[in-house]
C-alpha cells in the first residue's frame, strides 16, 4: 500500500471564449439610457436672454473694432466750407455819413452796411448770404466789406450779386482766396 498525497481539489471547467456580437453578425443594443440625466447635466447652457445679450456685445465689439481700424490714419477733414470776403465799391451817388462811413444815395440808395449779398453755385442756387459790412467814404466813391460765412466749396464757379444789381461770377479759386472785387456806378 502505498500513501499518496492529497490531490489538490480539479479547478471548475472553463467557459468556452466569448465572441463579440460585432463578429457575429447579431445587432448591437446600445446600453440603456439612465432615467434621470447625472446631477448637474441640467441647464449646462446660457439662458435665451444671456446669450441674446452676449452676441449683442460681440457684435457690437467687433462693429467698434471695425471702425476703429478704418479710422485710424485718416486726417481730419477739411472744412467743406469756406467764407468769401472782397471788396465792392459804389462810384456814383455815394455820400459820407455821419459814422465816417458811406452809402449811396439816389438811383443807388439801396446801397449801404447791412445790404444783402448772395452768393450762388454753379447751377444758379443760392449757396450762401451775408451782408455788406463797414464802408470808408474816399473822393465820391464808397468802399465796403463783403463777408460771407459757409460757402459751400465745390463748385467750378460761383456768381455773387449785392442787393439786386446783377450777378458777378468768380472761379472758385478766386472765390476761396478772397479775390471780390466788384464795383458799381
Known sequence: MSISAPQPPAEPPAEPPTVPAEETGAP?????LPAEP???AAGKGPS??????LG???GAGLVGGAWAYTNR??????PAVFTLIGT???????????DDGCRGTGGYDDIAAGTS????????????TGSLGESEYSIGACAFIVTVKDVPKGEKYYQVEVSHRGKVQLSAKEAEAGKLAVSLG
Open 28 to 32: 448591437v443594443e446600445p446600453p440603456p
Open 38 to 40: 447625472p446631477a448637474g
Open 56 to 58: 449683442l456685445v460681440a
Open 48 to 53: 435665451p436672454l444671456l446669450a441674446a445679450l
Open 88 to 98: 465792392f465799391t459804389l462810384t456814383e451817388g455815394a455820400i459820407r455819413t455821419d
Open 73 to 78: 490714419d485718416t486726417a481730419p477733414a477739411e
Open 117 to 128: 449779398v448772395t452768393v450762388y453755385d454753379a447751377a444758379g442756387g443760392v449757396a450762401a
